[in-house]
């Protein structure tokens, strides 16, 4: 390949100048989707893309793309670079942002390189990917993808009482495109992993070939309250305990399975909660996630039987209800092998790996061959203003993405 | 021994008549400490007492006396059968009342009799045991036995804000005796057992030699909150499990120990309590307890042990914090052998035991020989409308102690 470098200290300068957007009085950062803040983070972007000579075109559900069409191109479909800039109540400057800033920089740098690309290349910001102020969360590039209706995504009513579409057309991004306008050829997203598995193994990416699977459940616990004094070990039925018992049970099996298989209890309440009470019930949340379906279903299928034979042995009474459902994301095989290729052309070391959070990335395999690149996030901190990833591990994944790019699009 | 019979038809009649003072609107049943209701109750009492012929005697925080003084009979010293008639909120009939009126009956079968006993014999009614309105409880034994001031007793604000002592001169029950007026030669008392050891055994009589000694430790474990999807299981710092593997570890341990060891874990609190985030802190009780000082003190140097371990492979710190600590008590042993004997005599099937629960027993037994009797508590249930003693057992535990009272102060 001819040596072309992108410009380490444009892309690092727009991160910082987008991170100092939508800062609140005591300086925490909240870009929630079609507020005011985050109205002025896509005035900035666009900003950027109009400089960068690209073709802007805001969607309906006022997903932003920004187009590189070099002239005699006649493909239709677009190598589509995205992520989004909303953002968490008090963020990191990193999440999303770090995604859609290295495309802008990757289609900037291919195009003073004097390159001619087989097919357009875009960037896109996709709307409310946090889902934060209105659900869905990942719903811009879920519309896109077709998977929930226009109508019903500018229906979405916030945490703060608002209609998404209403919001979206004060702050001028009710876009005019119909979603999905664009066909993509490919989907690449570039991220910060949110988890501590590269830091830990001392590698610079990971070339993601799985979003994991989630199963959430909530699961309740009947046991009978009685006096902590008088009642013998042997005669109770401690839902506290019974759930402490799938507590230990969930880890047990979740070490013992393949090591992107996890399993957390994050939530639980006991009553009466009396320190003098056996617990008479025990309501609490498990989360299973797994890369592989086939996994996750046997991970279910396992609690589901320690549920019963616990309720038996423990003579307690336990119900489950579903919360959440979604089957694991397989990510292209080819682009995860370009995406490896091009990292250890580089010399960066790199694992294939999973992600355990979701990503619009999930929402565009729907349509097109997809995957994502990741950077470390520093002791796996993220949705926090601690989120950081160092200026070497940017730049990497930036000329990684570059490269899969060029990989991609340029003739051999 | 002469036959002579207690009228169980009075002794059930009065129970039912005093279970039916203090009912609210509603119907559920409250007399708390100098209250109303108690009030109320307190001259239900008091008016038996005067109708069998005892003097009665009320000391300034409120205690109720009915003494049986036999002509000719110059001890000073009296056999004292006790227990409270205040109750918890929604409460059951039996609970303390069973103990005071079986007393009445007994004294009053003895006087009826004709026999003269060596020594005085009197019931008591204690102040405050519940404890419910003002702390501590068992308040009304603890200052006859020297363990409160009567003062410190007085001053006591209650959750309404209210002084017990302006409450027990408002009800007319602030007496003039000083407390421990009355020197106790010995001190029995008839309770039901409030848990399920003598139902699920089969038995009629417990013979109390041991009342549990208690230890209430608060445990605070403090982990890291991450992400529940992008966190491996081997990286983790969860509090919540951390909290799980204690549970587990006290059930098993006091199965593992003798019967009477129990341990429980009422309370739980995790932060941040979401359904995926691994939890940062987990904070609950630990209440442990034994008959046995020894094995007590046993458990809490097993759970310090396990919890320094704990802390190790999972990362974690762990604070803990006192928040209670009884020493067991010991019953008088040629007491509960009378009453072991008293039970076979009779034919009922008896068993020693250990109560989990505190009793105005364990105060007097600081200064006198004291011992308890216990009858079956179907389920086990207590502080509860569906606390229930068969008559059958009542009438049981009421001969035993009239038995009892024979073999002590009769001469042989």
Redesign the interface.
Same mark, same amino acid.
């Given at each position: 390949m001819n040596t072309i470098a992108l410009s380490a200290e444009r892309l690092l300068a727009r991160l910082h100048h987008l991170g100092a957007i939508g800062r609140t009085g005591d300086g925490r950062l909240s870009r929630l989707a079609a507020d005011d803040a985050d109205k002025a983070g896509r005035d900035c972007l666009v900003g950027w893309l109009h400089e960068a000579g690209l073709e802007v075109a805001i969607d309906r559900v006022g997903n932003i793309f920004g187009i590189w069409r070099p002239v005699g191109v006649e493909s239709e479909e677009a190598l589509l670079l995205g992520s989004h800039i909303d953002t968490v109540i008090d963020a990191g400057i990193y999440d999303g942002c770090y995604g859609v800033l290295s495309g802008l920089e990757v289609i900037e740098t291919l195009k003073a390189s004097g390159l001619c690309p087989l097919r357009p290349i875009a960037v896109a910001a996709f709307t409310n990917e946090e889902g934060v102020r209105y659900a869905p969360d990942m719903m811009g590039s879920l519309v896109h993808a077709g998977g929930l209706g226009v109508e019903q995504a500018l229906a979405a009513i916030g945490t703060d009482g608002t209609r998404l579409g209403d919001e979206l057309r004060r702050i001028g991004y009710a876009g005019a495109q119909e979603p999905g306008f664009l066909k993509p050829h490919a989907y690449l997203e570039l991220h910060i992993?949110?988890?501590?598995?590269l830091e830990?193994e001392g590698l610079s990416i990971g070339a993601v070939a799985t979003l994991?699977g989630?199963s959430?459940q909530r699961v309740t616990i009947e046991g009978v309250a009685?006096?902590?004094?008088?009642?013998?070990?042997?005669?109770r039925r401690?839902a506290?305990?019974a759930?402490? &018992?799938v507590?230990?049970f969930l880890?047990e099996s979740?070490?013992a399975a393949n090591?992107?298989?996890?399993?957390?209890?994050?939530?639980?309440q006991?009553e009466?909660?009396?320190?003098?009470?056996?617990?008479a019930r025990a309501v609490f949340?498990v989360?299973l &996630?797994d890369p592989d379906e086939l996994h996750l279903r046997e991970a279910e299928t396992a609690l589901a039987a320690f549920l019963e034979t616990l309720a038996q042995s423990e003579g307690v009474t336990i119900s489950v209800e579903r919360?959440a459902r979604f089957e694991p994301v397989m990510f292209d095989a080819a682009l995860v092998g370009t995406i490896e290729r091009a990292a250890a052309a580089r010399g960066y070391a790199c694992r294939r790996m999973s992600?355990?959070?979701?990503h619009d990335a999930q929402m565009m395999a729907r349509i097109t061959p997809s995957a994502m690149i990741f950077v470390p996030s520093i002791a796996?901190?993220?949705?926090n203003p601690r989120e950081f990833t160092p200026e070497v591990d940017l730049i990497a994944g930036a000329c990684v993405l570059l490269d899969v790019v060029r990989d991609l699009v340029l003739p051999t």
């Open positions: 992993e949110q988890g501590p598995v830990r994991q989630i959430w009685n006096h902590a004094g008088t009642t013998p070990m042997a005669m401690d506290g305990h759930a402490a &018992r507590i230990t880890r979740a070490l090591m992107p298989a996890v399993a957390t209890v994050g939530s639980l006991l009466p909660n009396a320190i003098n009470v056996i617990p949340t989360d &996630r919360l992600s355990g959070a979701g796996g901190i993220s949705h």
